[in-house]
């Protein structure tokens, strides 16, 4: 059952609403500008929605109320139409908006500002800490503006604007008012009528309504200028033959609204809220909520958690089938802190490490009651991959871990026999993340590393020393971290050693009776100085990886930007793929955090085993070294890591490397997965 918890972005389809929109689709089909019956039909059910919406918006008389395909052709419009009336208005030199609004409104304002030639100047309205509008400053302003932009309700963090208070420093000025009313509709009384606001666009889709049907208000008198002319629709304010199906659809949610049963009301939400707040303080220790929850939304939380990205938390909450996402949904694919948060003034770790959850009036008691259950499961998982910021559990560390940020690679080196491990090219970005897994693991560093001698090197070193005293080397070492007067670092059954050129040191790790180093960590070194010595079979781990290659072999060193064919399986061909290769393996290279929440692909004769990305560079040496070589099919939640690593196989020479195309996220409901993982796989 999935937890979807990302309504601010779009809600699913209300069964009332689809089932309008069916009927609209079979029965009253008619073009509502035809004069026959049928046409009537389709115009009397248009005009019954409208009428409403006008109601419950409380549009009042005489204003338009025109229904668009959402919201962004809303804010075109209105920004089109205000924009236009200023043509030739000496008096006015500015447009205004909120330095947190959707980045439709000001995209929209810098558009129609050079299309109509007005280079009129665009200036944002600072916010402050809790998200509210700088009123000193609006009124400072206001004078010379032509168009101020304000949102009811901030579609990231829930903030509710003061939208009287806008109104009172808009006291005197020619400013037309346009206020994005998206996150405002079922959750506020906008009480249209009772304010000065010229526009306000809404979007069905955030309310249980399907994509592509929206509404825009338009106050009496108002200035407008049609964003489409044509066939004369919408009293030739909107042209286009109007979305039927859409606008049943919406008009079904509207009557929900009226209904005072169908969807929750505020008291109701605050309380859920209330209880998906305290369900995240419990699974995340020093959590802190990105904005004032009195002067939020209902439905909205806005979260970050120290010392934990938001990409983390978005695939831990993915992991567990819980939905939510990093902030507004047009901008997440993008790695960047949230803006919103930075107009705000945020310290950087809540801005980059921000998570939403966004809830729906549709939600009830038993919803509410599995998404608790599934974020304190999430907790508990960070607990047990030590990666929670407090009440961690000890861990087992053996074999090799890759850290990565930026580009950069940390090796973190470690063996449960001797209990014992070294670090080799930490920086101090990582310094939070390492000392937290060194002290889970709680194995002695018997040095901290460099490769190139880099300064950031050392810093870390620093740094660790100030965090995790207990756990440092203690014998004397020179610049690059290397113990003074010993040939080589033994781990267990294993032994590193060094060879050093003018650029460094090449850190080589072997079994101890064997002549060829199985892997080598190296930096800025050439080939040259690499080939003596490595051997062609030796794997090179790079201090630096942006094309996120994993290893390499000194024959295709200089290979580094060559893309490899990557063999993709699709999700609905797994069981003919497994059936033809029943000798594959098929490899799970999430994170243990998220493998322990999630489900796996169910295919009974499936050999599986579960290898996270990370650790990855402990089996590639013997995948490639086994003939004949055995089918590996690589899979994670999108497909981009799964990919990365058989991408890495095969630049490498293996013949039979594969990746799920999609990731688990695309397979067919068919081969979804039913059962949980056994937890002895994930070790």
């Not at 659809?249 to 005072?260: E, R, S, T």
């Not at 047009?330 to 960047?336: D, V």
Request: hydrophobic letters at 45%; proline letters at 6%; aromatic letters at 6%.
């Amino acid at each position: 059952m999935e937890i979807y918890l990302d309504a601010n972005a779009t809600t699913p389809v209300l069964p009332q609403a689809k089932a309008a929109a069916i009927q609209a689709m079979v029965e009253d089909y008619g073009n509502p500008s035809s004069v026959h019956s049928t046409g009537l039909k389709a115009k009397a059910l248009i005009d019954g929605v409208r009428a409403r919406a006008q109601r419950l918006l409380d549009t009042g008389d005489g204003a338009s109320l025109l229904f668009t395909s959402g919201a962004t052709e809303g804010i075109q419009t209105a920004v089109l139409s205000a924009l236009n009336s200023l043509r030739g208005n000496l008096k006015i030199d500015l447009l205004l908006y909120g330095a947190t609004e959707h980045k439709a409104v000001p995209e929209a304002l810098k558009h129609w500002n050079e299309v109509l030639g007005l280079r009129l100047q665009i200036l944002a309205i600072p916010v402050d800490t809790q998200g509210r509008h700088d009123l000193a400053f609006l009124r400072q302003h206001s004078a010379r503006a032509g168009l101020v932009c304000t949102m009811a309700a901030n579609n990231e963090t829930g903030v509710i604007s003061d939208l009287d208070g806008i109104e009172a420093a808009l006291a005197g000025s020619p400013a037309l008012w346009l206020v994005d009313g998206v996150q405002a509709l079922g959750k506020l009384p906008l009480r249209l009528q009772a304010r000065r606001i010229d526009y306000a666009p809404f979007s069905g889709h955030k309310l249980y309504a399907p994509k592509g049907i929206g509404l825009l208000y338009v106050r009496a008198g108002a200035p407008f200028t049609p964003l489409m002319a044509g066939g004369g629709q919408e009293g030739s304010l909107r042209s286009g033959t109007e979305n039927m199906s859409g606008i049943a659809a919406l008009g079904a949610v509207l009557a929900a609204l009226d209904d005072g049963q169908t969807l929750r009301d505020a008291a109701t939400m605050q309380g859920f809220r209330a209880r998906l707040g305290e369900a995240l303080v419990e699974a995340f220790p020093g959590l802190v909520f990105n904005a004032p929850l009195d002067l939020s939304l209902p439905t909205t939380l806005n979260f970050a958690v120290p010392g934990l990205s938001s990409r983390l938390l978005q695939d831990l909450f993915d992991a567990a089938d819980v939905r939510v996402s990093g902030g507004s949904a047009c901008s997440a694919a993008k790695a960047a802190p949230s803006f919103v948060l930075q107009a705000m003034g945020l310290p950087d770790w809540q801005a980059a490490g921000a998570v939403r959850l966004s809830i729906g009036p549709a939600v009830d008691e038993a919803f509410i009651d599995e998404a608790c259950a599934r974020i304190r499961a999430c907790g508990e998982s960070l607990r047990r991959h030590c990666l929670s910021p407090a009440n961690n559990f000890p861990t087992i560390g053996d074999g090799i871990t890759r850290f990565m940020q930026d580009g950069a690679c940390c090796y973190l080196l470690a063996d449960s026999v001797s209990k014992s491990c070294v670090l080799i090219d930490a920086r101090p970005e990582q310094v939070c993340r390492l000392a937290q897994a060194l002290t889970c693991q709680a194995y002695p560093l018997l040095a901290v590393l460099s490769t190139t001698g880099e300064a950031e090197h050392a810093q870390a070193r620093e740094l660790l020393a100030e965090t995790i005293p207990e756990l440092m080397p203690n014998k004397p070492a020179d610049a690059l971290g290397w113990p003074l007067g010993q040939a080589a670092i033994a781990l267990g059954a294993q032994e590193l050693t060094r060879k050093i050129d003018g650029q460094g040191q090449v850190l080589l790790i072997g079994k101890l009776e064997s002549a060829t180093p199985e892997l080598a960590f190296i930096g800025l070194n050439d080939a040259e100085s690499l080939s003596a010595w490595v051997g062609s079979e030796t794997l090179l781990a790079p201090a630096r990886d942006e094309a996120q290659q994993l290893a390499l072999f000194l024959k295709n060193e200089r290979q580094a930007e060559e893309e490899a064919a990557v063999q993709q399986v699709q999700g609905a061909q797994l069981k003919a793929f497994m059936s033809y290769h029943p000798d594959a393996l098929l490899i799970d290279v999430r994170e243990p955090y998220e493998q322990f929440l999630s489900h796996t692909p169910e295919l009974p004769t499936a050999q599986m085993e579960a290898l996270p990305l990370s650790r990855m560079l402990n089996a590639m040496q013997a995948w490639l070294s086994e003939q004949p070589q055995r089918p590996l099919l690589f899979f994670c939640r999108t497909g981009n890591r799964s990919r990365q690593a058989a991408m890495a196989l095969t630049r490498l020479g293996h013949a039979q490397a594969w990746t799920l195309a999609g990731g688990l996220a695309l397979l067919p409901s068919t081969a979804r997965p039913t059962h949980q993982p056994d937890p002895a796989l994930y070790v």
